[in-house]
Nanobody, 124 residues
């Protein structure tokens, strides 16, 4: 069982930056591929980036590539999402997710564990 807790969300002006963190409990974090997703009311959960278990492989959705960076620190059981050049359309609840013993994927239904989400609001 993996419990995930996101933090770092908030209100920021367009063009600004935020760094989200997702802390995992337990001793299985290093065995999990990790992903970030976001969701706005009435829409499906959208893939943002994902990172492999070791951290040596990442990939991003087209909408955030070049602006967002995913990273992880397995010694701290934490995955991060650095968000730069934020746009109003980045406003959403951001969730981290863990997929045990698997490669990265952009499909939310393939993830095993989810955090409770953190709100990111970008004002214009």
């Amino acid at each position: 069982q993996v419990q995930l807790v996101e933090s770092g969300g908030g209100l920021v002006q367009a063009g600004g930056s935020l760094r989200l963190s997702c802390a995992a409990s337990g001793d299985t974090f290093s065995r999990c591929a990790m992903g970030w997703f976001r969701q706005t009311p009435g829409k499906e959960r959208e893939f943002v980036p994902a990172i492999s278990r070791s951290g040596d492989s990442t990939y991003y959705s087209d909408s955030v590539a070049g602006r967002f960076t995913i990273s992880r620190d397995n010694s701290k059981n934490t995955v991060y999402l650095q968000m730069n050049s934020l746009k109003p359309e980045d406003t959403a609840v951001y969730y981290c997710a863990a997929k045990l013993w698997a490669a990265t994927t952009d499909e939310p239904n393939k993830y095993d564990y989810w955090g409770q989400g953190t709100q990111v609001t970008v004002s214009s």
